[in-house]
């Protein structure tokens, strides 16, 4: 089995601007390495794309200033994980909480490299990345980033203000929701039909309605709601 978790170190030949030269190391990471290849099987089997020629690569990047670069600009400190073509970047974990804003945890830090990689399989299958609500919305459900949120009780910014806090939380349980009472294939389905051309990301709402009956809408969204039973 080939790795597909993989270490950068960066030469920095110029302090002013971004190195361009990279030196690659293998990670050997078997605990990471299980999680990748778990991951993979559920995307493909979620998504229904057997990516099997050519795979996405993890590259664990050691800090703030090799993410800066890699990713081209200045970046904040929350920013600890991304996805471009076939390639997932992640900050090391060693330096996780000493260049990030982030707390570490073994099971989040493993749940960012699923995230990322189900961005790839969307933008696979929708041949775009957008709607933002809600290719981040099946990352965040596909990932298990739920169970570190707590739970949204209304919706109310996810389709409007993406940027507010809260937001990722409110899309993962959008289409939790659309998950359990229309299934998974009605969501693929949605993505092929942006890849087909048939709709432009602006009639996204006509596609939208068309596959799942009603309009993207918080309201709607939350006449999905089945409180859970306390007991
Ligand atoms: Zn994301």
């Not at 929708?126 to 709607?131: L, Q, S």
């Not at 099946?138 to 806090?165: A, C, R």
């Not at 409110?170 to 051309?197: D, N, P, R, S």
Request: glycine share 6%; proline share 3%.
């Amino acid at each position: 089995m080939r790795e597909q978790v993989i270490s950068l170190v960066t030469h920095r030949t110029n302090q002013k601007g971004f190195s361009m030269i990279y030196k690659i190391l293998r990670h050997n990471d078997s605990h990471m390495q299980e999680y990748y290849e778990k991951a993979m099987e559920e995307l493909k089997t979620f998504f229904g794309l057997n990516w099997s020629v050519k795979p996405p690569k993890v590259f664990i990047v050691n800090n703030r200033e090799d993410i800066d670069d890699l990713y081209g600009k200045k970046t904040e400190g929350w920013l600890v994980a991304w996805a471009e073509r076939r390639m997932v970047f992640l900050l090391g974990k060693e330096n996780f909480e000493k260049e990030s804003t982030h707390k570490y945890g073994e099971e989040g830090y493993l749940r960012l490299i699923k995230h990322e990689l189900s961005h790839l399989f969307y933008q696979s299958v929708a041949g775009t990345d957008k709607p933002r609500w809600l290719n981040e919305g099946i990352s965040v459900y596909l990932s298990g980033q739920l169970e570190e949120s707590p739970k949204v009780t209304t919706f109310s910014k996810f389709l409007d203000n993406f940027d507010t806090s809260g937001s990722y939380t409110e899309c993962g349980t959008a289409v939790k929701f659309l998950v359990e009472t229309h299934g998974k294939e009605k969501l693929v389905e949605l993505l092929k039909e942006l890849h087909a051309g048939k709709v432009e990301p602006e009639t996204f709402s006509g596609a939208f309605t068309k596959v799942f009956g009603f309009t993207p809408e918080y309201s709607e969204f939350m006449n999905l709601w089945k409180p859970e039973k306390v007991s």
